[in-house]
């Protein structure tokens, strides 16, 4: 997959980041310095739709971050360490991309948002839906 020169210098800056984490660790281990919320959501958005050719949702779409060429849509997570995500509304497609510490990323799976729903949990505490990293690998390589 070819990657542009904008998305290589994104890439770096997240990386500097996670450095810049792992050293605060090193630094003040009685803090956890663990998440970085928006962030790394934003980056995975990002990521999805330069790798993917997909279009940014408008401001406010309810429950999908992007479309396909086609009209689909598509809610995007990211994901760097947890052994779950965790979702909310409805769209077409999931997209879910893993985030090293480097920046660089692989996709975890990309298919159905439905088959996902149905195999996921729903935490009535956090109000969304919640399905393990392992559940989503083995969807992706039933499709293949």
Not at 37 to 63: H, T
């Amino acid at each position: 997959m070819a990657v542009g020169s904008d998305l290589q210098a994104v890439k770096h800056i997240m990386a500097t980041l996670f450095s810049a984490q792992n050293a605060l660790r090193s630094l003040a281990p009685e803090f956890r310095w663990a998440g970085l919320g928006n962030l790394l959501g934003d980056y995975g958005e990002y990521v999805a739709i330069e790798a993917y050719g997909l279009a940014k949702a408008p401001a406010g779409s309810d429950g999908f971050d992007a479309t396909t060429p086609d009209g689909q849509t598509v809610q995007i997570k990211a994901n760097h360490a947890a052994s779950q995500i965790g979702f909310r509304g409805e769209a077409d497609l999931l997209l879910v991309v893993k985030v090293e510490t480097d920046g660089d990323w692989s996709e975890i799976y990309y298919g159905s948002f439905a088959e996902v729903k149905a195999v996921a949990r729903y935490s009535g505490r956090d109000n969304k839906h919640m399905v393990a990293i392992t559940k989503l690998k083995a969807l992706q390589e039933a499709q293949c």
